[in-house]
Nanobody, 124 residues
Framework: QVQLVQSGGGLVQAGGSLSLSCAASGRSFASYALGWIRQVPGRERELVATISWTGGGTSYGDSVNGRFTISKDNAKSMLYLRMNNLNPEDPAVYYC?????????????????WGQGTQVTVSS
């Protein structure tokens, strides 16, 4: 089993920045990809970013590429998402997730483990 516990999120003005964190525990992540996925009510889940736990390769969704940065700290088993230049398209519940998938995979069923989610709200 893998446990994912998120922190961060909250309210930020448009154009501002916000950081999310995800603490992982349990089994080894040697063969896992980890990512951030967001969901807006009434819409399908959207892949935000993914990263290889061991290799460090990253992949980003088109809507966030250039604005968001995914990173990790292997020693601390931490996953991070830095969100810059937030805009009205970004408010959502953000989830960290992990699974034995290729980075960039959009098949949400392949992400076996999920954090509890955290709300990101953008004001203007």
């Amino acid at each position: 089993q893998v446990q994912l516990v998120q922190s961060g999120g909250g309210l930020v003005q448009a154009g501002g920045s916000l950081s999310l964190s995800c603490a992982a525990s349990g089994r080894s992540f040697a063969s896992y990809a980890l990512g951030w996925i967001r969901q807006v009510p009434g819409r399908e889940r959207e892949l935000v970013a993914t990263i290889s736990w061991t290799g460090g390769g990253t992949s980003y969704g088109d809507s966030v590429n250039g604005r968001f940065t995914i990173s990790k700290d292997n020693a601390k088993s931490m996953l991070y998402l830095r969100m810059n230049n937030l805009n009205p398209e970004d408010p959502a519940v953000y989830y960290c997730a992990a699974g034995g998938v290729w980075i960039g995979s959009r098949d949400m069923t392949k992400y076996e483990y999920w954090g509890q989610g955290t709300q990101v709200t953008v004001s203007s």
